[in-house]
């Protein structure tokens, strides 16, 4: 599992011009990719990672400052460019695979008392934030 954390001081996402998630102030937005051999276990990583990394301002963690977190599926993180100039997408995992795996981060994060934003699976989607610091950090499971 591989993720995309950037520190923000607002998100939202957008599914065909309509806004179905979002936040003010504060939080982090997570692009999150799975794939092939990602499990439970990888999932609970990741969510605790996530939770608990000092990217808040003051060395602050998700828990500590009770800020919001945005969790988008993002497949293409596992693209490969090694050869020639169209990106290979086959480290990624299927959907059915993928998907459940995503949902099971966001709701991790939620048993932990955050708030837990979303966009929707497979969905071309627009997502608008706005980077602190900037702030970006990539995460491996």
């Given at each position: ?13 957008e ?8 936040f ?32 808040l301002?003051g ?8 800020a ?9 993180l ?54 602190d ?9």
């Amino acid at each position: 599992m591989r993720a995309v954390i950037q520190r923000t001081v607002d998100a939202r996402c957008e599914v065909n011009g309509r806004q179905i998630s979002g936040f003010m102030g504060e939080g982090l937005v997570v692009l999150l990719g799975v794939t092939h051999g990602d499990g439970p276990a990888q999932a609970q990583t990741m969510a605790r990672k996530i939770a608990e990394l000092k990217l808040l301002r003051g060395e602050r963690s998700l828990e500590e400052a009770s800020a919001p977190v945005m969790v988008i599926s993002q497949f293409t993180l596992y693209g490969d460019t090694k050869k020639g100039r169209k990106p290979s997408w086959s480290k990624a995992a299927p959907g059915p695979v993928a998907e459940p795996l995503i949902e099971s981060v966001a709701l991790a994060l939620e048993e932990r008392g955050l708030v837990a934003a979303r966009g929707v699976f497979g969905a071309d989607m627009r997502i608008t934030l706005t980077n602190d610091g900037p702030v970006t950090l990539l995460v491996d499971t």
